[in-house]
């Protein structure tokens, strides 16, 4: 299996503030690389697609980023809407796997 | 509108069975792979199980293999998941979700893209 590591687990941040979260791959897998926005008691959501491909109605202050075994999700400007976990997922491996989530909270 | 319900989640003994459904509508199932996601409680996703928008090509997670199908009714748009020798470990809110691609026909399982996602069903494992 594809080891996905995420970081940091969780964040603390303000509305207005530029978040990077990080997501790491065991092994090389080129841009397939998606993430995932899930909020308390709800169905994850697709943000980002092929590691830099905004998902159709996603907002502009999401954006992503990177190649082969490191990745990054930033989002520009939070708002408060933006508090949730978010995970990463690679799809260059039929045995898909998922990165831990990172919880980001005010 | 892309709508997935899934049900048959509920209270099942250690070694029993169970069948998850998730009925699709707004899209022609056929024309996508399909996937089952689960989330323990208080814990992340776990990838289960893909199967191909024909049904000819199935892959599971290793910690479901052997135990668990997937299958799918295009006539009925509706997707299955049958679970056996259910164990504690796979107590967990169960997603459907659709592939984001559309190909044509059967898609690189490769660049698989979890989109959108059914509202869950909960199955919880327990004596």
């Known amino acids: 299996d594809i080891q996905m590591t995420q970081s940091p687990s969780s964040l603390s941040a303000s509305v207005g503030d530029r978040v990077t979260i990080t997501c790491r791959a065991g092994q090389s897998i080129s841009t397939y690389l998606n993430w995932y926005q899930q909020k308390p008691g709800k169905a994850p959501k697709l943000l980002i697609y092929?590691?830099?491909s905004l998902q159709s109605g996603v907002p502009s202050r999401f954006s992503g980023s990177g190649s082969g075994t490191d990745f990054t999700l930033t989002i520009s400007s939070l708002q408060p809407e933006d508090f949730a976990t978010y995970y990463c997922?690679?799809?260059?491996?039929?045995?898909?796997?998922f990165g831990q989530g990172t919880k980001l909270e005010i | 509108e892309v709508q997935l319900v899934e049900s048959g989640g509920g209270l099942v003994q250690p070694g029993g069975s169970l069948r998850l459904s998730c009925a699709a509508s707004?899209?022609?199932?056929?024309?996508?792979?399909m996937n089952w996601v689960r989330q323990a409680p208080g814990k992340g996703l776990e990838w289960v199980s893909t199967?191909?928008?024909?049904?000819?090509?199935?892959y599971y997670a290793d910690s479901v293999k052997g135990r668990f199908t997937i299958s799918r009714d295009n006539s009925k748009n509706t997707l299955y998941l049958q679970m056996k020798g259910l164990r504690a470990e796979d107590t967990a809110v169960y997603y459907c979700a659709k592939d984001a691609r559309y190909c044509g026909s059967d898609c690189n399982p490769r660049g698989l893209t979890f989109d959108p996602w059914g509202q869950g069903t909960l199955v919880i494992v327990s004596s």
């Open positions: 997922q690679q799809s260059y491996s039929t045995l898909y796997t």
């Open positions: 199967i191909s928008g024909s049904g000819d090509n199935t």
């Open positions: 092929a590691a830099s």
């Open positions: 707004g899209f022609t199932l056929s024309s996508y792979a």
